[in-house]
Structures are given as structure tokens and as C-alpha cells.
């Protein structure tokens, strides 16, 4: 039986989780749900963590969705699939509530679940040969309303129901043309077009990308229950930063900021 892993390495502002089961796709296995949750934590609380960057292992796949060859044992039943659906969700849920900035970097297969991990991140970067599908229709698996509001309020209605009905494949520039992806780079120049992308970000001072975050996150709940003064106290610690003072500096003096995150 099938297990796979969930590597994080951190490489100074960069955090990289990396979705590992090359032989299956990386198809996500139960074991692979569980250790997402605590992947995604480590890589908040690293405080030299600026950006989590989500990939697959090897070069065929992102992610072809959940680990079907264990749904016999796992999902057999009603009793069993609800708690395996939870583990799901929480899984996902940790990575979409995160509180730094997450990018998903997508080679090949993009499918099923691993289509709903792409879409938990906040930015989505796709080689030119990546294909996207939610083939639940054509396995009989009932999507849930989470699921489906997460595509939703991603890419829009219209496009939910024909990628959810059609259980067809999409390609790399479809997918950027409904709003699954934000980029898509040539595959020879993947890897450092990624890097590139990210670097940019990583840039940038940490407690503004944190604020920006605090406030999309905010944005995504129900008007009744969003916390603008927290979105607001985040943004009045940016201005009574060193990072501020550091950034005005580094525009005088015409030069790159050195931000640290206080």
C-alpha cells in the first residue's frame, strides 16, 4: 500500500512544501492529507518564512488528485468517507488559511484534489504543458459544496460548472483564460521562472505581505464576520517598522531594501 510524503524544506524566506509520491502522480495518499496541516504550520511559524511554495515531486505531475487505490480501505463506507473527507479538509483548509503568502507551482497533472490544493494557494504558476481536471463525475464521487465554493469564488460560476460537468481536461492557457492560473512559463524555463516570480515576492518587507494576507483572508468570510481591526492593526505594524524607515531609506539612497521583518 501506497503512502507518499510531504517534504518542507525552508531556504531562508522561502518555504517549500513539496507533495511526494512520483510513482502514483503524487496523488495524495490519507498519510499525505495528515502531514499537510503540520508541513503548512512549520512554515508560518519559521519567522524567516516569507512565501510557502507548493510543488510536486518529479517532473510529470503536480498532483493527480487523491490516492484512489486506497478509497477501498478508507472511503468504504459513509462513516469511513466522512471522516476521510474531513481529513481532507482540514488539510486544505490549513493551507488556504494560511497566514503568508502561498504560491503553487504546477507541472503536468493537476487533478481532482490536487486541483482544490492549487486553488487553496493564493497565486497559481503553471508550465506551458500543465493539464487541470476535476474528474468526479466520470468516478461518481458527489462533490461537496466546500469544494465547489472553493472554485467558486476562484474562478467564478460559469466556469465551475463547466469544468465540474464536462469532468474534461483543460491545458495550461485555458487554464489561465478561466482564472485557474495567474502565469504560465515555457517548460525548458520553468524551474527559474518560478524562482524568479518568487524572488520577487521574497523581496518585499515581510509584515506588508503578512497585513495583505491578514486582509484577504478577511475578505474571504462573510461581511458579519470579518475582523478589519485586525487587518487594521497588522497595517499600522508595518508603518511602525524598521522595515518602513529601512524602505524610505533604500529609496533615497536609490538602492535594494534590506527588509527584516521588524
Not at 503568508?100 to 504546477?106: C, D, M, N, Q, Y
Not at 493537476?110 to 504543458?129: H, K, P, Q, T, V
Amino acid at each position: 500500500m501506497s503512502s507518499g510524503d510531504v517534504g518542507l524544506t525552508i531556504e531562508g524566506p522561502l518555504a517549500r512544501i513539496t507533495l511526494d509520491q512520483p510513482a502514483r502522480h503524487n496523488a495524495m495518499s490519507l498519510a499525505m492529507w495528515r502531514r499537510l496541516p503540520d508541513r503548512v504550520e512549520a512554515a508560518i511559524n519559521d519567522p524567516n518564512v516569507r512565501v510557502i511554495l507548493v510543488t510536486g515531486a518529479g517532473e510529470r505531475a503536480f498532483c493527480a488528485g487523491a490516492d484512489i487505490s486506497e478509497f477501498g480501505t478508507n472511503r468504504s463506507g459513509p462513516e469511513a468517507a466522512t471522516a476521510y473527507d474531513h481529513i481532507v479538509d482540514v488539510g486544505l483548509e490549513a493551507l488556504r488559511g494560511a497566514a503568508k503568502p502561498t504560491v503553487a507551482a504546477i507541472k503536468g497533472i493537476c487533478f481532482g484534489g490536487g486541483l482544490e490544493i492549487a486553488l487553496c494557494c493564493d497565486l497559481r504558476l503553471a508550465s506551458a504543458s500543465a493539464r487541470f481536471r476535476l474528474p468526479a463525475a466520470r468516478l461518481g464521487l458527489g462533490y461537496a459544496h466546500e469544494n465547489v465554493s472553493l472554485l467558486v469564488d476562484r474562478i467564478g460560476p460559469a466556469a465551475t460548472a463547466e469544468i465540474v460537468f464536462t469532468a474534461g481536461i483543460l491545458g495550461a492557457e485555458e487554464g489561465r483564460s478561466v482564472g485557474i492560473v495567474q502565469r504560465v512559463f515555457a517548460d525548458a524555463t520553468f524551474a527559474d521562472d518560478v524562482e524568479s516570480y518568487v524572488a520577487s515576492i521574497t523581496a518585499n518587507a515581510p509584515l506588508v505581505l503578512q497585513a495583505a494576507k491578514r486582509s484577504l483572508l478577511e475578505l474571504a468570510k462573510p461581511l458579519g464576520q470579518r475582523d478589519v481591526g485586525a487587518v487594521a492593526a497588522a497595517v499600522a505594524a508595518c508603518v511602525a517598522s524598521q522595515d518602513y524607515n529601512e524602505g524610505q531609506a533604500a529609496f533615497r539612497e536609490r538602492r535594494e531594501p534590506r527588509f527584516r521583518g521588524r
